[in-house]
């Protein structure tokens, strides 16, 4: 993995979530059900994983 990324996954579905929530995931890149996107590690994206921390996996 490269220096300054961090890897999301979604693990759960978003049927039921917040409407903001879904923009979130929606935001970070993730687009269906065991997507994985790497990021880059900044403090927004922190922010936005944390937001959605139920719903996703992170790795690195």
Do not use: F, P, W
């Not at 994985?36 to 590690?41: A, Y």
């Amino acid at each position: 993995m490269a220096d300054g990324k961090i890897r999301v996954t979604l693990v759960k579905g978003l049927a039921g979530t917040k409407q903001s929530h879904r923009d979130t995931v929606r935001g970070l890149g993730l687009r269906r059900l065991n997507h994985t996107v790497e990021v880059v590690d900044t403090a927004a994206v922190r922010g936005m994983i944390y937001k959605v921390s139920y719903l996703v996996r992170v790795e690195g």
